[in-house]
């Protein structure tokens, strides 16, 4: 009994002495404190999420870590591998160079939402029909900028597809079963 007084105790005592130490690190690196939550109300892949999340978040961090989309894949962080890309209003953006609050008001789309009517996309299709991914940490971001794409264009050239996917880097393919795919993918959309 007194031994589980004594560990009471010596746990209230430790709690203690770790709250004091938090609050001399904050008031000696100020900087270090955790930036301030706010509700994010963020239409993405089609509905609206309430999410509450640190205001200096990337929209990257915010999808993946707040809202468990982790289909958006981390990358470089310095906008220069496309690995992050979302489509924001329809345009393909890197997600680790936007902040989440930019994004409210926009209706972002994430790899999770392209399925149509349960259906998965024509350009998912082609990359698994022609087995265009390899480790496929690269396709989510991939499959988005190519979705724009063939939005705008549905039947690119073999140059206009290179182009449109020139910030897309892919360490594993060699790109031309990617090229391939979209192809497929634009056959199948012009029927
Ligand atoms: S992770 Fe965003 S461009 Fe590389
Ligand atoms: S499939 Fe591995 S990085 Fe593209």
Same mark, same amino acid.
């Given at each position: ?30 900087e ?20 509450a999340?640190?205001? @200096?978040?990337?929209?990257?961090e ?12 981390? !990358?470089?962080?310095?906008g220069?591998? !496309? ?7 329809g345009?393909?953006? +890197?997600?680790?160079?936007?902040? !989440?609050?930019?994004?409210? @008001?926009?209706?972002?789309?994430t790899v ?5 009517? !349960? ?11 022609l ?9 989510p ?6 979705k724009?794409? +063939?939005?705008e @264009?549905? #039947? ?6 290179? #182009? ?17 795919a979209?192809?497929?993918?634009s ?5």
């Amino acid at each position: 009994m007194r031994l589980l007084e004594r560990s009471k105790d010596s746990k209230r005592v430790f709690s203690i002495v770790s709250e004091q130490n938090e609050v001399n690190r904050r008031r000696k690196y100020p900087e270090d404190q955790p930036a301030k939550k706010m509700l994010l109300r963020l239409r993405v892949n089609g509905e609206i999420h309430e999410v509450a999340t640190e205001i @200096n978040k990337t929209l990257l961090e915010v999808l993946r870590e707040d809202m468990g989309l982790t289909g958006t894949k981390h !990358g470089c962080e310095l906008g220069e591998c !496309g690995t992050c890309a979302v489509l924001v209003d329809g345009k393909a953006v +890197l997600s680790c160079l936007m902040l !989440g609050i930019e994004a409210v @008001n926009a209706e972002v789309m994430t790899v999770e939402g392209m399925m149509q009517d !349960g259906k998965p996309h024509p350009l998912q299709s082609a990359f698994a029909d022609l087995g265009a991914a390899q480790c496929g940490y690269c396709i989510p971001g991939i499959l988005l900028t190519a979705k724009v794409l +063939l939005d705008e @264009n549905p #039947q690119p050239t073999r140059d206009e597809i290179r #182009q449109s996917l020139s910030g897309n880097l892919c360490r594993c393919t060699g790109y031309t079963k990617i090229l391939q795919a979209v192809e497929l993918a634009s056959k199948e959309i012009i029927g």
